[in-house]
């Protein structure tokens, strides 16, 4: 039983460009959450989406983007990347409706 | 204002003592879920405990056991006699009911080293 996989591990952007991060959830979770964490902080929450659609979001701009497929997979799209933006990218799963949230290894994106 | 606070910073310790790892968090909310997870050095975050806020047992899994009080609303979590493979940054987690239901509110974590 796969967890949850990320793509890719590491990235490196330069400032203004856009960069999209990819996410399969485990097996029977329809549910997706994506953290953004900086270096010695906590995860922040960026969105979660369900049924193909952003359910909630966290306190985050515009730039940060979302979708999810129906095989329950996502992606998040961050534009006009800033230096601010490096970190680690955590997706998320859980099925509807439970709230225990399995965790991919992250993304670890660089803006220089 | 934080809605999770670990006050602990760094944790140092040596091997075989008992460590705990403070967590106090906020919430108006009668119904909301609280949560332990593990994040050694290659970064994923392991899941290691969920409470519901009507379930104020203790619990105990091995050599962890967790201690949820609702008068201090503290969750704490202690390592009995710890290991080396047990330094790790632990992060404890909030969850609301309502329309945040689902979302993570994570304190900023605690660096624990165990020392052979």
């Known amino acids: 039983d796969a967890g949850v996989t990320q793509s890719p591990t590491h990235l490196i952007k330069t400032r203004g460009q856009q960069v999209t991060l990819r996410c399969s959830p485990k097996?029977?979770?329809?549910?997706v959450s994506w953290y953004q964490q900086a270096l010695g902080q906590g995860p922040q929450f960026i969105f979660q989406?369900?049924?193909?659609?952003?359910?909630q979001r966290g306190n985050f701009p515009d730039r940060f983007s979302g979708h999810q497929f129906p095989n329950y997979s996502s992606e998040l799209n961050v534009n006009a990347l800033l230096l601010g933006d490096s970190a680690l990218y955590l997706c998320?799963?859980?099925?509807?409706?439970?709230?225990?949230?399995?965790f991919g290894p992250g993304t670890r994106l660089t803006v220089t | 204002a934080q809605k999770v606070t670990q006050a602990q910073t760094e944790i140092s310790v040596v091997e075989k003592e008992d460590v705990t790892l403070d967590c106090v968090y906020e919430?108006?909310?009668?119904?909301?879920?609280l949560f332990w997870y593990k994040q050694p050095p290659s970064g994923e975050l392991v899941f290691l405990i969920r409470?519901?806020?009507?379930?104020?047992q203790n619990e105990i899994s091995g050599r962890y056991s967790w201690n949820f009080q609702k008068s201090t609303s503290s969750f704490n979590f202690t390592i009995t006699a710890s290991q080396v493979v047990d330094s790790a940054v632990y992060f404890c987690?909030?969850?609301?009911?309502?329309?945040?239901?689902?979302?993570?509110?994570f304190g900023r974590g605690t660096q624990l080293t165990v020392w052979p």
């Open positions: 998320a799963s859980s099925r509807t409706a439970t709230y225990e949230q399995y």
């Open positions: 409470r519901n806020s009507f379930d104020e």
């Open positions: 919430t108006r909310d009668t119904t909301y879920y």
């Open positions: 987690a909030l969850s609301e009911g309502g329309s945040t239901l689902g979302r993570l509110y």
């Open positions: 097996s029977g979770h329809d549910t």
């Open positions: 989406y369900y049924e193909e659609e952003e359910r």
